[in-house]
């Protein structure tokens, strides 16, 4: 039977780039799965339904917080986001890897229930950095840019709840600092000893 895989969550402030950073370390990594959240929000040029987000309105959506169908939830920005309880676990118990990509409060939400997930959180280099990146992804009204901004120092200020820290100043830095921590988790001895069990006996014969 497979080991039990590692859950991951990466949080940070709107436009540090936890999005393009979860979505380049799943190119490279083998055995690591994104859970595809509900939100109540638009979707945005781009992208796909079942592939960023199941999109839902908000009687669906708290329909499925009733039915305890969520892991976590929270209300973001006027909209709310959910990560489905039963994907997460049964990927899991198959021995995979998941890596969820929320805000401080649902990580704070699964630390309280799943007590061996690792938490990473994203900070840009500055906060001049933050407005220019969410400025030129075009994806926001300048009223929006304003309120998220606005909003950052609060969320920043959750990163001493997270068990790694990474700054997002270049790309590749960031992605190799989060990919160097999943590594590390899966060179423990458990999951090593489990993979190479028929190896582990062949040298101790």
Known sequence: MPKKGTLYT???PSGAGKTSLVNALLKKTSGLHASVSHTTRAMRPGEKEGVDYYFVNQAAFLSLVDEQAFLEHAQVFNHFYGTSQKWVQQTLLSG???ILEIDWQGAAQIRRLLSDCISIFVLPPSLNALEERLTSRGQDASAVIKRRL???KEEISHFKEADYLIINDGFSEALDDIGSIILSKRLKLPRQEQKYLSLLKDLLS
Do not use: H, I, M, P
């Open 96 to 98: 995979a890897d998941v």
């Open 10 to 12: 990466v949080s940070a």
């Open 150 to 152: 606005s909003a950052a």
